[in-house]
């Protein structure tokens, strides 16, 4: 009992002060909010006195204190907003190697070895800013942004004066981008207009303005904007239109390259001359009217204005030049940190002739035939059968457009996509002599119709694909998906996924009938599954790659991407028989070459609004479009026509003289060589090639080259110790080297 007794005496005594502690502690925190309170009123009637003594009654508070106290809280908001927009902006800065990436500097040479042109900033060779004349910096800035000096990236005056200007004239006559601006444009942004790209230009040139100096920003403005022809960079559009250094060049010269940034294309000399030195003068003028020089100064360029080198004869491949410079960038991203080469020479697979005679067949047909047919723009890509890109023409006029419509534009291919649907077929069961039925068909509220409405009953694979029948291929998308359209679409698309098209490819019921949009380029590299027994080849640009000092640093045998097995051998031989009686007895009749055996599909979109021919033979594959930018309706132009007789004729020259290769399933070709054709009499005459080395010609000598490459380099590296071991080495890879040169290198859709 005592023991029992001390337990609960010892229980009641830690129950008591544990309900002891917690009443002191709510007693505590209730003082203390007590007091809290009383400290708080204290301290907000302490502040209101205090803030008595500001207080504004009256006018004095509606004019001054409301607005004033509006202006923080929408200001808030504001900065908020900017934010906000700030973010997408700062994002193109993400990479730390902005500036130097933009500093590639390329030599581009034809496949022959002959210069081309170039791209990109010879940061070696390029101009400080003290090196340009006065009056070409003071020119720059009369005419693009007078006020550089004094603002913060946005030149908040001159874009107030430039839209009153505007709203004067009523449209835009002047522009208010400051210098900041436009290098933000040329360094992270497209061309494109749009409030986005301009919010995104204001913040870039803000955050220039805080990373570079302003002298620095003024020579990188002189040294990336495009000029015209080609060229980018003051110095470089200077040797270009004068043939001298900027260095060099007269204040009427100085004038004339000053009035090429607002517009290069309109106003370069070598196109335009009077337009240019129009705008040259305007130049002068904004010299005279922002107190840089008086009008005394300026009289002797007036009185005798600039002339420029007459290049009318020079035309550069820019198109092709813009895109393997394109791809130059691509490849310069993979090369690793440690290397810091900025400066290459860069051969290309381009053809100067046969570049020169897809430009003519272009411009010819449009020419003769644009005005009947409603057509305003066409683009062409034409390759070796291993993805060379051998000419590109990507619109009519580069100095008009620079839009290449070659490898930029997205366009309905209509039924030249169907290849990509029967090669599916075949993998899957069918055979070219399968029977399918032209009957109705509809998928949910979509039925196709063919080209000529009706229905033509049971034909083979091959004559569906001769006839360019609508309803096969969609019934062959059920058929692949076994009722399941879906599913058969998706096989389609993988197909052509693996030969090359890399644009969306979205799933439509019409996908089948060539309703999704491609590009011209990568619709004719998906074609060169065909010719090389189901492996499709990339198209490339670039051969071979060297740095300024001469050194190999890449090639595309060795170093470019492989073929990729799309469609099995069998496949690819059925497909080019099919393909070829489209050329023989289809809708591709024009296309028909004189003792050439060709193999191709042409198409036509709803309502005429692109027109395709993209075939090939056992030397090349080529791909042509017309249609019109702002896809108006063609004059009923169909792929048969003016796209396959073009095609004709760029092809046509590009088998001049050389070795003819058959087509894999069509036998040998017809004759052992294609003669040269003389030339007609006339101006519009077809030329024949001039006597250059031919592919087998020229594929010799660079082996041999690099050959020599490889010796060279194995001599240097046992140049040390040159023992037996190595001598026999060097010997055996010649060896091998030379018997190596003795192979060859490896919507609704219209039905026509």
């Not at 029992?4 to 502690?21: A, P, T, V, Y």
């Not at 697979?349 to 449009?366: G, I, P, Y």
């Not at 047919?373 to 062409?380: E, F, L, M, S």
Request: proline share 4%.
């Amino acid at each position: 009992m005592r023991d029992l007794f001390h337990d609960n005496e010892n229980g009641d005594s830690w129950k008591s002060r544990l309900r002891r502690f917690f009443l002191d502690l709510d007693s505590r925190i209730d003082f203390g909010l007590y007091q809290a309170k009383t400290w708080g009123r204290e301290l907000y009637e302490r502040f209101t006195v205090f803030m008595d003594r500001f207080h504004v009654a009256g006018w004095r508070r509606w004019y001054f204190v409301e607005p004033l106290s509006e202006g923080l809280t929408i200001g808030t908001g504001g900065m908020l907003l900017m934010l906000a927009l700030a973010i997408p902006a700062f994002r193109e800065t993400s990479d730390d190697d902005w500036l130097k990436k933009s500093e590639l500097a390329v030599t581009f040479l034809d496949r022959y070895g002959n210069e081309l042109g170039s791209r990109g900033i010879k940061h070696n060779d390029s101009l400080r800013l003290d090196e340009f004349p006065d009056h070409l910096i003071k020119a720059t800035l009369a005419t693009e942004d007078r006020r550089f000096y004094e603002h913060f990236g946005i030149d908040i005056p001159g874009l107030f004066r430039a839209m009153l200007t505007n709203a004067r004239a009523g449209g835009v006559v002047q522009g208010g981008s400051s210098i900041s601006q436009q290098l933000a444009k040329n360094l992270f942004l497209s061309n494109e207009r749009t409030i986005e790209r301009k919010v995104k230009e204001a913040f870039l040139a803000m955050w220039l303005e805080v990373r570079l100096p302003k002298n620095e920003i003024l020579k990188l403005y002189l040294d990336r904007a495009y000029m015209g022809g080609g060229t980018f960079g003051v110095d470089a559009a200077a040797q270009y239109y004068f043939n001298k250094s900027a260095r060099d060049v007269s204040l009427a010269e100085a004038a004339m390259l000053a009035g090429l940034f607002k517009a290069p294309s309109r106003f370069a000399p070598h196109i335009n001359l009077p337009a240019a030195r129009a705008r040259a003068n305007v130049v002068l003028d904004n010299l005279v009217e922002a107190g840089f020089m008086t009008e005394g100064q300026v009289f002797g360029a007036r009185r005798n204005p600039a002339n420029a080198v007459d290049r009318r004869d020079e035309r550069s491949p820019n198109y092709y030049l813009d895109w393997a410079f394109d791809e130059v960038k691509k490849w310069a991203e993979t090369l690793p940190k440690s290397v810091h080469e900025r400066v290459f020479v860069i051969r290309l697979a381009l053809d100067v002739d046969m570049q020169k005679n897809a430009e003519k067949a272009l411009e010819n047909s449009l020419r003769q035939y644009g005005r009947e047919y409603r057509a305003k723009q066409g683009a062409a890509v034409l390759m070796d059968i291993d993805g060379a890109v051998r000419a590109m023409v990507g619109g009519r006029d580069y100095s008009e457009s620079q839009f290449n419509r070659a490898t930029d534009a997205l366009r309905q291919p209509g039924s030249s996509f169907k290849p990509y649907v029967y090669a599916t077929a075949l993998m899957n069961g069918f055979k070219p002599t399968s029977v399918v039925v032209d009957s109705p068909v509809c998928i949910g509220n979509w039925c196709p119709k063919n080209y000529g409405g009706g229905h033509s009953g049971a034909m083979t694979l091959t004559q569906a694909i001769i006839r360019s029948v609508n309803i096969i291929p969609v019934k062959l998308s059920i058929a692949l998906g076994n009722g399941n359209p879906k599913i058969g679409r998706a096989k389609i698309r993988e197909t052509a996924r693996k030969a090359g098209i890399r644009s969306p490819l979205p799933d439509t019921p019409s996908m089948p009938i060539g309703a999704d949009e491609v590009t011209v380029l990568d619709h004719t590299a998906g074609y060169t599954m065909f010719p090389n027994l189901g492996r499709a080849m990339a198209a490339h640009a670039m051969l071979e790659v060297r740095s300024g000092a001469g050194e190999l640093i890449w090639r595309w045998d060795r170093d470019g991407k492989k073929p990729v097995q799309v469609i099995t051998s069998q496949v690819a031989m059925d497909m080019n028989l099919m393909m070829s009686k489209v050329v023989e007895e289809g809708t591709a009749r024009r296309a028909i070459l004189d003792g050439i055996k060709a193999a191709g599909k042409t198409g036509t979109t709803n309502a005429y609004r692109d027109a395709w021919f993209v075939g090939f033979t056992g030397n090349f594959v080529c791909g042509v479009w017309f249609g019109n930018d702002d896809y108006t309706t063609m004059n009923q132009m169909t792929g048969g026509s003016l796209p396959a007789q073009t095609w004709h004729d760029i092809m046509a020259f590009a088998h001049q003289g050389v070795e003819l290769k058959p087509i894999a399933g069509l036998g040998p070709q017809a004759t052992g060589r294609q003669q040269v054709a003389e030339g007609k009499k006339g101006d519009d005459a077809p030329v024949g090639r001039p006597s250059v080395l031919t592919k087998k010609g020229a594929d010799a000598l660079v082996r041999v080259e690099r050959l020599l490459d490889d010796a060279t380099r194995a001599l240097a590296a046992s140049a040390s110790q040159p023992t037996k071991a190595s001598i026999e080495g060097v010997s055996r890879r010649q060896g091998s080297l030379a018997s190596a040169s003795d192979q060859q290198p490896a919507g609704q859709i219209r039905g026509n």
